[in-house]
């Protein structure tokens, strides 16, 4: 089972729109938890850390529920340059972080 | 800051050669790790280091060696060259565990065995 498991997608969207992506992790002693945002042939940055509280970030939103082993995001008033790849990333106790494939995002005007 | 830089951007082997990809972070960060991205693919990790001296296999090392002799390089190296290895390769540097820590990812060294 892989460790982590998102929908690629695409998901093509107009300007303006709402999108929200899931992603589910397996294992249960995970405690660190990320999206990140890839642009085409660009390297991974850092979109925001996911707490269990949630957190939001302007127009981006994150929540955990660690129950279910999910994470998702949520996407308002979509702008054109939202269009990424999104990557979910998760982290055990030690060092290493599993990434996900990506979900693919397109704003369309 | 730079942050994290990488060398070569592009290169093509023959099957069978071996080379170096460079990784260098000014952020003194003590966490580096290599990665590798096959196209469609989530990012796999290669090797890893806590440290100056320490190193450590990630999910998939076979085919490559790293070493750490600084905090700031962290080379990976490629040996015989196989057509599996076609890949982009991204280092990346984190600082040490706190409530959040991000990781920092250079450009990307795109490889083709060939």
Known sequence: RKEVEQDPGPFNVPEGATVAFNCTYSNSASQSFFWYRQDCRKE??????????????????????????????????????DSATYLCVVAHTGNQFYFGTGTSLTVIP | ??????????????????????????????????????????????????????TDKGEVPNGYNVSRSTTEDFPLRLELAAPSQTSVYFCASSPPRGRTYEQYFGPGTRLTVT
């Open chain 1, 44 to 81: 991974p940055k850092l979109l925001m850390s996911v707490y269990s509280s949630g957190n939001e970030d302007g127009r981006f939103t994150a929540q955990l529920n660690r129950a279910s082993q999910y994470i998702s995001l949520l996407i308002r008033d979509s702008k054109l340059s």
């Open chain 2, 1 to 54: 800051n730079a942050g994290v830089t990488q060398t070569p951007k592009f290169r093509i082997l023959k099957i069978g050669q071996s080379m170096t990809l460079q990784c260098t972070q000014d952020m003194n960060h003590n966490y580096m790790y290599w990665y590798r991205q096959d196209p469609g693919m989530g990012l796999k990790l290669i090797y890893y280091s806590v440290g100056a001296g320490i």
